[in-house]
Antibody
Framework: DVQLVESGGGSVQPGGSLRLSCAAS????????MHWVRQVPGKGLVWVSRISPDGSTTNYADSVKGRFTISRDNAKNTLYLQMNSLRAEDTAVFYCGRRSVHGGNWYFDLWGRGTLVTVSS | SSELTQDPAVSVALGQTVRITCQGDSLRTYSASWHQQKPGQAPVVVIY???NRPSGIPDRFSGSSSGNTASLTITGAQAEDEADYYC???????????FGGGTKLTVL
């Protein structure tokens, strides 16, 4: 089956770090732009970061720039999100998503099930 | 601007037609997609690049766009369509994605 499976979430104290993983199966990750999106429980979806297929281009939301780092290991078919200096407001479910192109326009065609990150003392 | 605006809540009678809208300046340049999310579940794309349906999505879902507004229409809403719906596009720079605040659809 074609799927994305996130892992690495959990509870951490403010100022701490976590690394999220997103394992791809049923397809080759190296062919796709990949994104992280988060959602505070009960709230809306918020874009976090993206990375190009070869890892050479990355972009971040202002709220995480300088604290989060997106990366990928195409040999392991896995996407990562290193999160440092975590704050209470980073508490959210984190989803990874695959982007595909249609007629020159990009869209999410596959989402993972998400992993919950809780930042609390 | 780099925001997408949606009505927080919309309701529709079973079997009737409902339209959910999304407004933003970037929609004049970039296409919109629509994601359905049911409680406790991951999002699922129901319309991509304005008016395309992924396989497995019922044909009662359709999309359109005009000017700074994108729309998701459900023709003959079913009970299982009750969910949150999010529009998604790019911001004015084109390098970041933005989501609307979401519309909670209630099927009466």
């Amino acid at each position: 089956d074609v799927q994305l499976v996130e892992s690495g979430g959990g509870s951490v104290q403010p100022g701490g770090s976590l690394r999220l993983s997103c394992a791809a199966s049923g397809f080759t990750l190296s062919g796709y732009w990949m994104h992280w999106v988060r959602q505070v429980p009960g709230k809306g979806l918020v874009w976090v970061s993206r990375i190009s297929p070869d890892g050479s281009t990355t972009n971040y939301a202002d709220s995480v720039k300088g604290r989060f780092t997106i990366s990928r290991d195409n040999a392991k078919n896995t996407l990562y999100l290193q999160m440092n200096s975590l704050r209470a407001e980073d508490t959210a479910v984190f989803y990874c998503g695959r982007r595909s192109v249609h007629g020159g326009n990009w869209y999410f065609d596959l989402w993972g099930r998400g992993t919950l990150v809780t930042v609390s003392s | 601007s780099s925001e997408l605006t949606q009505d927080p809540a919309v309701s529709v009678a079973l079997g009737q037609t409902v339209r959910i809208t999304c407004q933003g300046d970037s929609l004049r340049t970039y296409s919109a997609s629509w994601h359905q999310q049911k409680p406790g579940q991951a999002p699922v794309v129901v319309i991509y690049v304005e008016n395309n349906r992924p396989s497995g999505i019922p044909d009662r879902f359709s999309g359109s766009s005009s000017g700074n507004t994108a729309s998701l229409t459900i023709t003959g809403a079913q009970a299982e369509d009750e969910a949150d719906y999010y529009c998604e596009s790019r911001d004015s720079s084109g390098t970041r994605l933005i989501f609307g605040g979401g519309t909670k659809l209630t099927v009466l």
